[in-house]
């Protein structure tokens, strides 16, 4: 009986877009959109999600009325030069709604005085979410660019960064010590206890280095030595590598290791067409708030076609660099739809290819941006039925035999 391996795992979310009808709004960027409010005037703190980068602006000029007398009276009162801590969230119609860092809403005087000391800062962290969302719905259709080439080499281990324990600090010996013991003795013993707890603080640092440097270490040597002939090896090392893919949706994978080395079949639970985005954004040039513009039909069903092809490009490609053993691999696609017969739930298999590492090699990766996953999924051996317009009928996927 030939001897086969098989493993499922579940990929984390990379990106999670909540752009659909049945999303409930997200968070916009990290806390921050800081305003101060004082006697000199008005400043807002905003910072450029993901990147660590801020800036610190005056709002209002100085002698000009931060709000009105009755407004200031409802509010918590603010020390001066405070800052008030927001979280934005946006709907999915656009709308903003305001809260404080602990999560709690601001009230109508309080969301009104933000929205008029504070547009600058408000509107430049809705121009940067607009962008952003934009940006990922375009992804969603470019994930095969970022696909490794298959003649990468090795695992290069990485370095471990944590810093060590920061330097010991004794209490130093002073001259009154010498004339009372009593104080002596507790600077002894307290010294004692500061060296004891570095001491035990570095040496657990000493065994998460070593434990990180040995995995390190056996992860080279099993992408160096071991993906050849090891199969368990081989679904370690595709494993590893497909969960460090920056995924847009969170994507199940099955994959079966044939009856030796040299053959894989994939299977890759895709998500449905109701899970994509379905409208673009823009940035209203009046009013503190995003507007959604309805992708057509065709439009969503041409940017669902590319992105469950760029998912089986990408998963072809972790194959093909980090198993070289691998000669063939079948990839194939499925999706949850309901049985017309029945009503219930069956896997949908949209599509299945079949790729050798010779016909593979012939991609030029260095030019990812001018290849279509549509059309390059034509280029092997495949099992698709498929209108132009990306309208998916059944198929029978290819079997690992």
């Known amino acids: 009986m030939a001897f086969r391996f098989r493993r499922r795992i579940t990929l984390a979310p990379g990106v999670r877009l909540n752009l659909s009808k049945r999303g409930a709004g997200v968070s916009v960027g990290p806390r921050g959109a800081s305003i101060t409010l004082g006697p000199s005037g008005a400043h807002a703190h905003a910072g450029v999600p993901g990147t660590g980068l801020g800036y610190r602006t005056r709002l209002n000029k100085k002698g000009d009325s931060t709000k009105s007398g009755s407004e200031a009276k409802t509010e918590a009162p603010r020390e001066e030069g405070g800052t008030l801590e927001l979280e934005l969230a946006i709907d999915e119609r656009g709308y903003v709604s305001y809260f404080h860092a602990d999560g709690t809403p601001l009230s109508e005087a309080e969301a009104r005085d933000v929205r008029r000391d504070g547009e600058d800062a408000i509107r430049q962290r809705l121009q940067a979410l607009c962008e952003q969302r934009n940006a990922d719905l375009v992804a969603l259709g470019q994930l095969h660019h970022d696909t490794p080439a298959p003649t990468l080499g090795g695992y290069t281990p990485r370095p471990f960064i944590e810093a060590p324990p920061a330097a010991l600090s004794t209490r130093p010996l002073r001259w009154w010590h010498r004339f009372w013991p009593p104080g002596e003795r507790r600077r002894l013993n307290d010294n004692r206890r500061r060296r004891a707890a570095f001491d035990k603080a570095y040496r657990q640092w000493e065994w998460r280095k070593a434990e990180f440097d040995a995995a390190e270490f056996a992860r080279q040597q099993r992408e160096s030595r071991g993906v050849w002939d090891d199969l368990d090896a081989m679904a370690r090392t595709l494993q590893e590598r497909l969960e460090e893919i920056d995924w847009p949706r969170e994507t199940a994978v099955d994959f079966d290791l044939g009856a030796d080395e040299r053959t894989i079949a994939v299977d890759i639970a895709l998500p449905g067409e109701d899970e994509m985005p379905d409208c673009e954004w823009g940035m209203p040039a009046k009013r ?11 439009r969503q069903r041409q940017l669902y076609r590319d992105h469950v092809h760029g998912i089986a490009f990408r998963v072809l ?12 691999a079948r990839v194939s696609g499925y999706r949850q739809a309901a049985d017309a017969a029945t009503g219930e739930a069956r896997d949908q298999y949209l599509y299945s290819i079949k790729v050798t590492r010779e016909r593979w090699e012939r991609i030029h990766f260095d030019a990812l941006e001018q290849i279509d996953p549509v059309a390059a999924a034509e280029a092997f051996t495949l099992r698709r039925d498929m209108t132009k317009t990306g309208i998916f009928r059944d198929i029978e996927p290819f079997k690992l035999v």
């Open 288 to 298: 503190l708030k995003l507007t959604p513009k309805k992708l057509s039909a065709t």
């Open 317 to 328: 490609g972790a194959v093909f660099a980090r198993l070289p053993a691998v000669r063939e």
